[in-house]
């Protein structure tokens, strides 16, 4: 306080507050197996006189989503603190711990609606942890226009602390899932109240029991993974194939961040007035968020598969689209319209199916033991990819213009669809060792 900055050191600090995001959630994503596997989707027992030394004394310590709730809260109180202290290190600190949350509180909100809900709606509750991202991306896009509280920082910083507050005690109300309780627990009773919980009292409970025990059965050892599990997911074939279609799955999702965090500059490149190419990426976000909304009524309707290959397929189309357009820009004028018509659709096709079955698509693959692991493993090398990526598409766009998108992006979506295309199953109304079955070998999709 009271220091003039060089403009070389408030460089340094800007880009250490923009990026320290992506470390913290590669690191957030190894945090997510360890509270998960061993403590529960939603809570684990402990022992409080371990920690007090009061032998007396045993808590339920909500664990997974309170965790993350829990830290979102802290990180937004020092995000709030560093505006208010004129703290850049407490603006930097909250972003990190934000962003380990996320990635701890994102994984464990699909496996937690994955494993809680009647199979025939498991693909259209799933949906909700996109349609809450998505939803909460364009609520602060909108809240930090100018407008709005762009020019009062205390009160945009502030904005998340009473929802973090809120969700945090909302939480403590809500049972661990039935999977989890009964495979991992093997507590049949509490299974049987989560599952009256979750589906409905009228719901048939020894159904739901049998279909979990038998995905139970498919794994002969610990239910429970540990970091050896690892070293079996790259060994076995099933797993292995998981993995793979996971990964190519997630390699759709890329283009969208880039394009997110840079359609202003790409437009501009191509001619649109500023005032106009500023307002696409909340426009995109908001066809994001509509598509994740419209994708929620359909996922049950037609499948992971049709709608993940076909999606993507049109998605990749309007990527090509796109390029055509900004290359004839300077012939056409009114094509660099089309071009932000273009980023906006994309943007919808991907939050109608692309984005979220991508995400949730790898817990629907493996069994209970390896589902968190599986999970960060591909969510991890997703992030590597996604920074190598970002940081790669603006030095290339200089070279060779919107090109850069075929080569970055087009070709290796390209890939992704040829693999997803040859092996992975349809997961729609299915149960999991159902699907464990066909990557197996022993079954196949009808």
């Known amino acids: 306080m009271g220091k003039v900055i060089t403009e070389s050191t408030y460089n340094m600090i800007w880009n250490l507050i923009l990026n320290i995001w992506f470390v913290g959630f590669f690191i957030g994503i190894w945090f997510s197996p360890i509270l998960n596997d061993k403590f529960g989707r939603k809570k684990m027992s402990y022992e409080v006189h371990q920690l007090f030394k009061t032998p007396s004394l045993t808590h339920f310590i909500e664990v997974g989503f309170l965790i993350g709730c829990g830290v979102a809260f802290l990180g937004a109180l020092l995000r709030l603190l560093a505006v208010c202290l004129f703290r850049p290190e407490l603006l930097i600190v909250g972003r990190f711990i934000t962003s380990m949350c996320e990635a701890v509180t994102y994984q464990s909100c699909i496996l937690y609606l994955q494993e809680c809900s009647p199979t025939n709606l498991r693909g259209m509750m799933t949906f909700l942890s996109e349609i809450s991202f998505s939803s909460m991306c364009l609520v602060g896009m909108f809240l930090g226009t100018r407008q709005l509280l762009g020019d009062n920082l205390v009160a945009f910083m502030g904005f998340a602390v009473p929802f973090c507050a809120f969700f945090f005690i909302a939480l403590c109300f809500l049972p661990e899932t039935p999977k989890y309780l009964l495979i991992v627990r093997s507590n049949t009773l509490e299974a049987e109240r989560s599952i009256r919980f979750y589906h409905g009292i009228d719901c048939d409970v020894d159904t739901v029991i049998k279909e979990i025990i038998m995905e139970a059965e498919g794994e002969v050892e610990s239910a429970t993974a540990s970091w050896n599990s690892i070293k079996e997911i790259f060994i076995e074939p099933h797993l292995r194939r998981a993995v793979l279609l996971s990964i190519s799955a997630l390699q759709n999702t890329v283009p969208l961040w880039s394009m997110l965090l840079s359609s202003t500059y790409f437009l ?37 598969r049709t709608i993940l290959l076909s999606f993507t397929i049109v998605d990749n189309v309007l990527l090509v689209l796109y390029v055509m357009c900004a290359e004839l820009s300077p012939f056409v004028d009114s094509f660099k319209y089309g071009c932000l018509v273009l980023l906006v659709i994309y943007a919808f096709v991907y939050g109608s199916g692309v984005g979220p079955i991508s995400w949730f698509i790898s817990s629907e693959l493996v069994p209970q033991k390896y589902r968190s692991l599986t999970q960060s493993i591909c969510y991890a090398l997703n992030t590597v990819i996604v920074v190598i990526l970002t940081f790669s598409i603006l030095p290339l766009y200089i070279i060779i213009k919107s090109y850069a998108f ?33 990557l197996r070998g022993k079954t196949k999709s009808g």
């Open 268 to 304: 501009e490149e191509i001619g649109l007035d500023h005032s106009l190419a500023s307002w696409c990426s909340t426009a995109m976000t908001l066809g994001y968020t509509i598509g994740t909304v419209a994708g929620s009524t359909w996922i049950e309707r037609f499948g992971r």
């Open 406 to 438: 075929l080569i970055l992006f087009t070709i290796p979506s390209t890939v992704s669809i040829v693999i997803l295309y040859c092996y992975l199953p349809e997961t729609k109304g299915r149960e999991i060792h159902e699907i464990v079955d066909e």
